[in-house]
């Protein structure tokens, strides 16, 4: 249930709301917005009946929410959220570009190549200090020494960093040099991870698990609403179906639908979705045809010489290519229009 406060309603009205769902044995959650101030009930196993709360003074209204999560779900919370990362903005009119080698590589490459994804139009920078390898065998990263090349990269380009983070032991790691931490696909219900992350005052990018359902991927943004970190967002890197033609199978459904039911925002990695580069430009452009606010893209400047993920990595007139086709896509001013108009018919 959300409950709605009158637009004059006071602090001491609000609190008293909180304490009277803490009493009926659940747990308030404020939400943030612009035009009002609601607080969601959580943790009720069946309906609240309406007039449990409705009576109290400064309510304005009582509105049931449909969804098991709720704080993600635009019946909570409608308008768009947009993350911002510096001065780039995530979820709002202008689609983004992230960009970088799958890992952090020497420092004077990894700079050659940030260097030249900035020169591209990209917008942020990615690459994994720590990789999570199917094959424990196999390179997993240079680690700390990896932090210190993010951050030589961030003062050199000015681009803000997204790395992956594979545990809570290193989120304190990885605070004062990572401006956004992504989740893989692999840890998207690795639950201790989600509240430690909940806790952090930075964005966290969500990759969907490789076999989750779009329900268990809102709920596993719902954990870091819930436990106080609302700077999420999302992103569609390819699920495993019995396709294999591809290295995964990238679900471009999903983005539509979620753009309905949740405000946070929604990007697509074509580059984990298909796995094979001469196939990545394509599907970028599909992604942001069907609603994505914005690419992940593995690039660099000698794709075949990446630590990881080789074969799907592009080269820099590539991603040069993929930036002309999102301008290409900006000016057909209908494909945003139309996608907010298919979330409200649909
Ligand atoms: C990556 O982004 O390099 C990565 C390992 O992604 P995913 O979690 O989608 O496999
Ligand atoms: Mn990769």
Redesign the pocket.
């Known amino acids: 249930m959300l409950v709605i406060m009158e637009k004059n309603s006071t602090a001491e009205q609000c609190t008293a709301v909180e304490a009277a769902i803490r009493r009926m044995g659940f747990v308030p959650l404020p939400v943030p917005g612009r035009s009002r101030t609601a607080i969601c009930v959580t943790g009720n196993k069946s309906p609240i009946p309406p007039t449990d709360l409705a009576y109290l003074p400064g309510v304005l209204e009582c509105i049931s929410v449909t969804k098991p999560y709720k704080l993600v779900s635009r019946e909570v919370h409608d308008e768009d959220t947009i993350v911002k990362v510096g001065d780039v903005e995530i979820g709002g009119p202008t689609p983004v570009i992230i960009a970088g080698p799958?890992?952090v590589e020497t420092e004077a490459r990894t700079l050659e190549v940030a260097q030249a994804v900035k020169a591209a139009g990209a917008n942020m920078f990615?690459a994994?200090a720590f990789?999570?390898r199917t094959n424990p065998y196999e390179f997993q990263g240079l680690g700390l020494e990896a932090l210190q090349t993010l951050q030589v990269v961030r003062d050199e380009t000015g681009l803000p960093v997204v790395s992956?983070v594979l545990d809570p032991e290193s989120v304190d790691a990885m605070l004062p040099h990572v401006d956004v931490l992504?989740?893989?696909?692999?840890?998207?219900q690795n639950f201790s991870l989600l509240k430690r992350l909940a806790q952090v005052d930075r964005p966290v990018l969500l990759?969907?698990g490789?076999s989750s359902t779009l329900q268990e991927w809102l709920m596993a943004a719902e954990y870091l609403l819930a436990g106080g970190n609302h700077q999420v967002i999302l992103?569609e890197?390819?699920i495993r179906t019995f396709s294999d033609h591809a290295r995964?199978t990238l679900d471009l459904n999903v983005v539509p639908l979620v753009r309905k039911l949740s405000h946070l925002p929604v990007l697509v990695?074509p580059?984990?979705g298909v796995g094979h580069r001469d196939r990545v430009r394509v599907m970028a452009r599909a992604g942001l045809a069907a609603g994505a606010q914005g690419l992940?893209i593995?690039a660099h400047v000698h794709p075949d010489r990446s630590y990881?993920?080789a074969a799907q990595t592009v080269d820099i007139d590539t991603l040069r290519g993929v930036k002309r086709d999102m301008e290409v896509l900006a000016q057909m001013e209908s494909i945003s229009s139309l996608n907010a108009e298919d979330r409200v018919t649909a």
């Open positions: 799958c890992s990615r994994g990789k999570p992956e992504q989740v893989g696909t692999r840890n998207m990759k969907r490789m992103c890197r390819g995964n990695d580059s984990h992940l593995e990881t993920d």
